[in-house]
């Protein structure tokens, strides 16, 4: 089988010729492989995320296309532009700092993101912190190369990614609504507006979904979850105010025959039980371990491995990145004997790759895959 062709056997429920394997490395590991500053992936687009990580797939030879989402800035369903421009406001040799200007109001964001040379962007960073007064005095705009954009670059990815594995797009919907401290205390102090925030959400997800349907090529899967579903929310909130919305989603994803997928990293076991339980879900990751999360991934297998694809587990620092290759063979051996049993299987990673994970252990995740996860 191809890398595409095995992926997809797996979303069918099918026993594919082996346990495909799909290790997160989105976005620190390919930046990396680049040789190039972080800033002039992120920031600069030169190359863009989106190419540095299917150079990054077709040269370790994973089955690829889950951990890629970076579409550029111009929305890949509806065409949709940002209001606002990105504008550099500081630099110096390790960072660089920008902010949002909205040309139409004159107002600049209170807020700025930081591009380190050798790490991934940091947002919501106080600009202050950088010596940067309120308004900024002094910018420069940023310039970036041109490229496709919308639909048409997506088009173009999907087309360049052929046989080495699937491409997804935004569902438009979430399952992280509450993300801090502050918004913990504003939905408990009048919860109604986040009550109607979520209903728009799920709303304009289901007419996101109409108009999937009518594209000419449809996405294999979209994507539906957000990383840290279980921090700042509450099980019980989780419950009530999204598995209905997640529930809409993933039935209407189903009906115009498109794969459904939730990433969630930290705990998630209780999000499998919902799922599970009143969704369509296809795929759910990453599943990860104690201390990060609190999944145990043969007892899932058990109980709902006939029912949804499990996509996971390796430990992400102990195994991946400071592991020996044997160690990473054997978590990979571990992890297939407790999943592998009737497919609806995907061997991964908790979460993201760090960005010095050996590529010596992404490859030895890989071989053990494509040998030791046979059917």
Known sequence: MTNRERLLTVLRGEIPDCVPVCPDFSNMVPCRLTGRPFWDVYLFRDPPLWRAHLDATKLLGNDGGFELYDFGPVDVVDGSRPLTEERIVYRDADVIVTQ?????TGAWSPRATAYPVANPPVENVDPVRYGVPRPPRDWEPVSRRPQKEGYELWRSIREEMGESGIVGMSSGFGTFVISGEADVYSFHDNPRPWIEKIER???????RLDAIAGLPVKPDFVMCGGSGTLIFQTPSFVREHLLPGLKKVTRRAKEIGVFSHVHSCGPERE????VVEATDLTVIDPLEIPP???CDLAEIKRRYGDRIVLKGNLHTTQVMLRGSVEEVARASREAIDAARAGGRFILSTGDQCGRDTPLENIRAMIETARTYGRY
Do not use: E, K, R, W
């Not at 949002?100 to 139409?104: M, T």
């Not at 959400?201 to 007419?207: E, K, N, R, V």
């Open 201 to 207: 959400m799920t709303a304009d997800s289901l007419q």
């Open 292 to 294: 990060m999360g609190n």
């Open 100 to 104: 949002l200007f909205d040309p139409g």
């Open 271 to 274: 999000l499998v039980d919902m």
